[in-house]
């Protein structure tokens, strides 16, 4: 297992981490402060959390009412 962790190229791995953190806090800040979202907001928090980068892209694109 170790092995493993050692051999992972962490400076290829590292932005994406940083924007998938910054995408997510982004996210839950925004649907913590919106009260009307495009469907249940229970769904929009399972989908920025569970679904990585994509998930927050998805709230901001199809689940904010505006």
Aim: hydrophobic share 60%.
């Amino acid at each position: 297992m170790l092995e493993v962790i050692e051999s992972i190229n962490w400076s290829l791995l590292a932005p994406f981490i940083v924007i998938q953190c910054i995408l997510m806090v982004i996210g839950l800040v925004d649907w913590a402060k919106n009260k009307h979202t495009n469907g249940p907001r229970w769904m929009w928090l399972f989908i920025i959390i569970f679904l990585n980068i994509i998930g927050p892209i998805l709230y901001f694109i199809f689940g904010r009412r505006q």
